[in-house]
């Protein structure tokens, strides 16, 4: 009769261990959850204070979409359309803002051909949007991250510039090291 209640005991405790280990599992997927909504919700506001800026600039009827860049600093772009319908660009750091119209400078689409030309083999990453100080001057410029070969023929991945308004590259390709 004694070894029947403590084996009875033995699955009684390791059930309440089993419980209490779903109970921490439980409680650190919650709080993990809320961190990650926490870090969304200090993005989320700057990009509203970075779309209230652009609407100072240029009224903005619809705003299409933000891009967050960083290479000096962080940049926003925020893209709409304005009141005539015209596409806007509006290129947001700290409380520098300056607007062109999308009409004015090259597409993604564009310097997608143009990398693709100039590196027939090369593994677009990404195309994006920013502002750069290069040699001292403020640049607008596409930045292109890219996975090409180097003089070696080994894979890395690249950043280069192109700008804006005419798509002429700006500056030197930077190399990221090998790992």
């Known amino acids: 009769m004694v070894r029947s209640r403590s084996r009875y005991r033995?699955?009684?405790?390791?059930?309440?261990?089993?419980?209490?280990?779903?109970?921490?599992?439980?409680?650190?997927?919650?709080?993990?959850?809320?961190?990650?909504?926490?870090?969304?919700?200090?993005?989320?506001?700057?990009?509203q204070k970075a779309i209230e800026q652009a609407n100072q600039v240029v009224q903005l009827e619809q705003v299409l979409d933000v891009e967050r860049s960083v290479w000096d600093k962080v940049t926003y772009v925020v893209r709409g359309t304005d009141a005539s319908g015209e596409e806007q660009l509006v290129w947001v750091q700290d409380d520098d803002v300056k607007a062109f119209k999308a009409s004015e400078g090259k597409t993604k689409a564009q310097i997608q051909d143009q990398l693709k030309a100039l590196y027939p083999?090369?593994?677009?990453?990404?195309?994006?949007?920013?502002?750069?100080?290069?040699?001292?001057?403020?640049?607008?410029?596409?930045?292109?991250?890219?996975?090409?070969?180097?003089?070696?023929?080994?894979?890395?991945?690249?950043?280069?510039?192109?700008?804006?308004?005419?798509?002429?590259?700006?500056?030197d390709a930077y190399a990221m090291p090998n790992q």
């Open 10 to 47: 033995r699955r009684n405790r390791a059930g309440l261990w089993f419980f209490g280990a779903a109970v921490v599992l439980l409680l650190a997927i919650v709080l993990f959850i809320r961190y990650m909504i926490s870090i969304d919700s200090v993005e989320n506001a700057k990009e």
């Open 121 to 171: 083999e090369t593994s677009i990453i990404r195309i994006s949007l920013n502002k750069v100080n290069l040699d001292q001057k403020a640049e607008y410029v596409w930045e292109t991250q890219v996975c090409r070969k180097d003089e070696e023929g080994k894979k890395r991945v690249y950043y280069q510039f192109f700008r804006f308004s005419d798509g002429s590259p700006v500056g």
